[in-house]
C-alpha cells in the first residue's frame, strides 16, 4: 500500500501530494489521527485529504485509515525482515513487537470460531458433570498449561496441569468419559503429548489439542484449535508461540466464564482477590 502511495504521488495534485508525503512519513499517525489533524499538519483543507484517499482507490478516509491501519500492524517494514546484529535497541523493538502483533492478527483473521465453540461446549459438560479438566504441555507450552489451570482456578473450575511427560502419560490414564484434557503444543510432534492424547481418547475422554495446522496432534484430539505461527528463531517465535497459545486459553476461559453465568462467578472472583489483598503487605 505505501510503495503503491509513493509510485502515485508525481500524478497527484500539488495539495494531495503533501498529503501523501504526511502517510509515507508517518503512516502510524495518520491511521490514527483525526481528519482535522491531518489537514493541519500536511498544510491543506479537509476535503483535500478525503479527495486523496478517493484518488488512492478507497471509499473515502475511514476505509483508507483502516486499510493503512492493517498494513502498519503487519509491521511494516519490519515484519519480513529478521533481527540483524547491526540493529540498534529501537530498531529490536519494533520489529519484535510487530512481528508478534502480526502473528496475532493473523491468528484473529484465521480463527475458526466453530472450533472454539466446540472447544467451550466440551468443556462446559465436563464443568456440569464434575469431570476431571486437565492441561497439557512441554517445554514453553508446560508455561501455557499452568497458566490455563490459574484462569480456571479463578473461574471456581477446578483443573490440573502437568509439563512432566509421564505425569501425563499417567494422568492420560485415569481419565475416563465426561473429563477433558487440552493438549498445548506448538509443533505438534512431542512423542510424550502425542502418547497422552492417544491414551485419552482410548479411554473416552475428550481431546482439545491447541498446536499448528497438519502436526500429528492435530490429528490425534476431538477438537483442534489451530494456532498455526512457523518455528523461526530470527523472528522469536517461541516466545511469539507461547503468547499465542496464551491467547487462546484467554478466549476459551472467557467464553466459558459467559457460559457459566456471572450470578456466581462474580462474587466468587471478588472473594479471591479480597483473600489475595489480604495477604500483600502494607
Same mark, same amino acid.
Given at each position: 500500500?505505501?510503495?503503491?502511495?509513493?509510485?502515485?504521488?508525481?500524478?497527484?495534485?500539488?495539495?494531495?501530494?503533501?498529503?501523501?508525503?504526511?502517510?509515507?512519513?508517518?503512516?502510524? +499517525?495518520?491511521?490514527?489521527?483525526?481528519?482535522?489533524?491531518?489537514?493541519?499538519?500536511?498544510?491543506?483543507?479537509?476535503?483535500?485529504?478525503?479527495?486523496?484517499?478517493?484518488?488512492?482507490?478507497?471509499? %473515502?478516509? +475511514?476505509?483508507?485509515?483502516?486499510?493503512?491501519?492493517?498494513?502498519?500492524?503487519?509491521?511494516?517494514?519490519?515484519? !519480513?525482515?529478521?533481527?540483524?546484529?547491526?540493529?540498534?535497541?529501537?530498531?529490536?523493538?519494533?520489529?519484535?513487537?510487530?512481528?508478534?502483533?502480526?502473528?496475532?492478527?493473523?491468528?484473529r483473521n484465521d480463527a475458526s470460531t466453530h472450533a472454539v465453540e466446540k472447544a467451550v461446549d466440551a468443556l462446559l459438560a465436563t464443568y456440569k458433570k464434575r469431570g476431571r479438566?486437565?492441561?497439557?504441555? =512441554?517445554?514453553? +507450552?508446560?508455561?501455557?498449561?499452568?497458566?490455563?489451570? !490459574?484462569?480456571?482456578?479463578?473461574?471456581?473450575?477446578?483443573?490440573?496441569?502437568?509439563?512432566?511427560?509421564?505425569?501425563?502419560?499417567?494422568? =492420560?490414564?485415569?481419565?475416563?468419559?465426561?473429563?477433558?484434557?487440552?493438549?498445548?503444543?506448538?509443533?505438534?510432534?512431542?512423542?510424550?503429548?502425542?502418547?497422552?492424547?492417544?491414551?485419552?481418547?482410548?479411554?473416552?475422554?475428550?481431546?482439545?489439542?491447541?498446536?499448528?495446522?497438519?502436526?500429528p496432534l492435530a490429528q490425534a484430539g476431538h477438537i483442534h484449535l489451530a494456532a498455526d505461527h512457523p518455528e523461526g528463531y530470527d523472528r522469536y517465535s517461541p516466545m511469539t +508461540?507461547?503468547?499465542?497459545?496464551?491467547?487462546?486459553?484467554?478466549?476459551?476461559?472467557?467464553?466459558?466464564?459467559?457460559?457459566? %453465568?456471572g450470578s456466581t462467578l462474580q462474587p466468587l472472583l471478588k472473594e479471591m482477590k479480597n483473600n489475595l489483598r489480604s495477604k500483600r503487605y502494607a
Amino acid at each position: 500500500m505505501l510503495d503503491r502511495i509513493k509510485a502515485s504521488l508525481p500524478s497527484l495534485a500539488p495539495a494531495e501530494q503533501r498529503v501523501g508525503k504526511l502517510v509515507l512519513l508517518d503512516p502510524r +499517525s495518520f491511521a490514527s489521527l483525526p481528519v482535522s489533524t491531518l489537514a493541519d499538519r500536511a498544510h491543506v483543507s479537509k476535503p483535500t485529504v478525503v479527495r486523496f484517499c478517493r484518488s488512492m482507490g478507497y471509499d %473515502g478516509l +475511514s476505509d483508507f485509515k483502516l486499510k493503512l491501519a492493517g498494513t502498519v500492524s503487519e509491521g511494516v517494514p519490519f515484519i !519480513h525482515r529478521s533481527v540483524d546484529v547491526d540493529d540498534k535497541v529501537s530498531d529490536v523493538l519494533v520489529k519484535v513487537i510487530d512481528n508478534t502483533v502480526a502473528a496475532f492478527l493473523k491468528y484473529r483473521n484465521d480463527a475458526s470460531t466453530h472450533a472454539v465453540e466446540k472447544a467451550v461446549d466440551a468443556l462446559l459438560a465436563t464443568y456440569k458433570k464434575r469431570g476431571r479438566i486437565e492441561f497439557f504441555g =512441554a517445554g514453553n +507450552s508446560g508455561i501455557v498449561a499452568q497458566d490455563a489451570q !490459574h484462569k480456571f482456578f479463578r473461574l471456581g473450575i477446578n483443573a490440573i496441569a502437568y509439563s512432566d511427560g509421564h505425569m501425563q502419560v499417567m494422568s =492420560a490414564s485415569l481419565l475416563g468419559p465426561g473429563d477433558c484434557v487440552v493438549i498445548i503444543s506448538n509443533s505438534g510432534r512431542t512423542r510424550d503429548l502425542m502418547d497422552a492424547a492417544d491414551i485419552a481418547r482410548k479411554h473416552g475422554a475428550t481431546v482439545i489439542v491447541i498446536t499448528t495446522s497438519g502436526s500429528p496432534l492435530a490429528q490425534a484430539g476431538h477438537i483442534h484449535l489451530a494456532a498455526d505461527h512457523p518455528e523461526g528463531y530470527d523472528r522469536y517465535s517461541p516466545m511469539t +508461540s507461547r503468547l499465542m497459545h496464551l491467547m487462546v486459553i484467554d478466549v476459551v476461559a472467557t467464553c466459558l466464564a459467559l457460559r457459566i %453465568g456471572g450470578s456466581t462467578l462474580q462474587p466468587l472472583l471478588k472473594e479471591m482477590k479480597n483473600n489475595l489483598r489480604s495477604k500483600r503487605y502494607a
